[in-house]
T-cell receptor, first 118, second 117 residues
Framework: DGGITQSPKYLFRKEGQNVTLSCEQN?????MYWYRQDPGQGLRLIYY???????QKGDIAEGYSVSREKKESFPLTVTSAQKNPTAFYLC?????????????????FGPGTRLTVL | AQTVTQSQPEMSVQEAETVTLSCTYD???????LFWYKQPPSRQMILVIR??????QNATENRFSVNFQKAAKSFSLKISDSQLGDTAMYFC??????????????FGEGTQLTVNP
C-alpha cells in the first residue's frame, strides 16, 4: 500500500540535544513538507522541498534543518537552537493529477510525531 | 503572501442537523486550490473536500459541500446530517498550483466542531 510513514510516533529529547524525525513516502510524490502543530493551533510550515536536492524555508525554519537526498525521504532535524521544540510534527507529500486536461493538487499527511523536550 | 482566516474557533451542532463553517482568504493569485481538512482526536489529517478556483461549480462530497465565492474570497463548508464521527478540528487551507514558485499549503487556525447526541 502507498502512503507516508513517520517515525517514531513519540519522541523524547533532553535539552541541548539534536534529534531527527523520519518521513518516508512511497507515493512517488515530488514535493514534501514539514509542519509543526502546537496545541489548539493550526499548522505552520517549517520547510518544504519540491524536488530532490532542493528545499526552501517555511515560516518557522529557525532551529530546524532538512535534507532531500532521495525522492522518498525528507528527514527533519530539530537542533538545540530551537527554543521551544515540544510540539506535534506532521510530514506531508503532494500529488499532481489531471482529469480531462485539468490538474489538481492533493496533499497526503503522515500520522505525525509527538516530540517532547524533557 | 496568502492568509487564511477561520473566525469561529469553536462550534457545536446537534446530531442530524446542518452546520456551516466559515473561511476567508486573501490572495492576489487567480489560479489556486482550496481545501477543507478534518483532524479527529487521532490527529491524522484527512482531506474532506477540494475546490479548484477556476471551477465555478461548488464541490460536493456526500454530506459535505462548499460555498465558494471567488470575488468575496470566501470558502465555507456545509456539513449536512451531522454525525457524531464528524466531531473534529476542521482546517481551511489555500495552495497555489504545484510547480508555481513558492507553492505551499497555508492553513487557517481551525474550527473545533462538536456534534452532540
Amino acid at each position: 500500500d502507498g502512503g507516508i510513514t513517520q517515525s517514531p510516533k513519540y519522541l523524547f529529547r533532553k535539552e541541548g540535544q539534536n534529534v531527527t524525525l523520519s518521513c518516508e513516502q512511497n507515493l512517488n510524490h515530488d514535493a514534501m513538507y514539514w509542519y509543526r502543530q502546537d496545541p489548539g493551533q493550526g499548522l505552520r510550515l517549517i520547510y518544504y522541498s519540491q524536488i530532490v536536492n532542493d528545499f526552501q524555508k517555511g515560516d518557522i525554519a529557525e532551529g530546524y534543518s532538512v535534507s532531500r537526498e532521495k525522492k522518498e525521504s525528507f528527514p527533519l532535524t530539530v537542533t538545540s537552537a530551537q527554543k521551544n521544540p515540544t510540539a506535534f510534527y506532521l510530514c506531508a507529500s503532494i500529488a499532481r493529477g489531471g482529469v480531462e486536461g485539468a490538474s489538481y493538487n492533493e496533499q497526503f499527511f503522515g500520522p505525525g510525531t509527538r516530540l517532547t523536550v524533557l | 503572501a496568502q492568509t487564511v482566516t477561520q473566525s469561529q474557533p469553536e462550534m457545536s451542532v446537534q446530531e442530524a442537523e446542518t452546520v456551516t463553517l466559515s473561511c476567508t482568504y486573501d490572495t492576489s493569485e487567480s489560479n489556486y486550490y482550496l481545501f477543507w481538512y478534518k483532524q479527529p482526536p487521532s490527529r491524522q489529517m484527512i482531506l474532506v473536500i477540494r475546490q479548484e478556483a477556476y471551477k465555478q461549480q461548488n464541490a460536493t462530497e456526500n454530506r459535505f459541500s462548499v460555498n465558494f465565492q471567488k470575488a468575496a474570497k470566501s470558502f465555507s463548508l456545509k456539513i449536512s446530517d451531522s454525525q457524531l464521527g464528524d466531531t473534529a478540528m476542521y482546517f481551511c487551507a489555500f495552495m497555489k498550483p504545484l510547480r508555481t514558485s513558492g507553492s505551499r499549503l497555508t492553513f487557517g487556525e481551525g474550527t473545533q466542531l462538536t456534534v452532540n447526541p
